[in-house]
């Protein structure tokens, strides 16, 4: 049996901020944050120990589901909370809304542009821990949010990707607030 035999990895984000940056987020996001963390905390965790301490009662744990089950999961939770609290204790709040230069692309703006095949894309740059490529929400390290960073509508930018160069055309640019 080795030493790390049962110790588990912290847990990640689907991306990390680059080091000596900041973990930016919408305030829509960090209320999602908030929330998981809040709900594992006043409501999962104290039904999963219910069901370990019952399962404890029972006797022989050794073969005991709900118990090997039960103590499992509460690893998984209390990584989870530890995880939720080291980003939120991290998390630096910017809010789309108060942008001045809503000219211009920063943090928290949703972008429609135009790739080189015509095809109409919208985008919205939000924080690592916020990401929904489904939704068009994608994390401000990410390289198409990289390369529209600053640019204004109008603007041709040339995009690194596994495909080749891509040229995007930034149509428009709106600082609205940030919906679920």
Sequence with gaps: MSINQGCEEEETSHQDTPQGTKNYITPVGLARLKAELLQLI??????VVKVVS??????????????????????????????????????VVVDPADQVNQ?????????????????MHT??????????????????????ARVLLKAYVGDTVTLRSPRGLEVLTIMEIEYAPCAE
């Design 54 to 91: 019952w399962a404890a009662s029972n006797g022989d744990r050794s073969e005991n589901g709900d118990y090997l089950y039960g103590k499992k999961r509460l690893r998984e939770i209390d990584r989870r909370i530890r995880f939720l609290t080291q980003r939120l204790d991290l998390a």
């Design 42 to 47: 006043d409501e999962e965790r104290p039904a």
């Design 103 to 119: 000219d211009q692309v920063f943090f928290g703006a949703r972008v429609k542009y135009e790739d080189q095949h015509g095809r």
């Design 123 to 144: 985008i919205q740059i939000v924080g690592v821990d916020e990401i929904a490529p489904l939704q068009g929400k994608i994390s401000w390290i990410s390289p198409v």
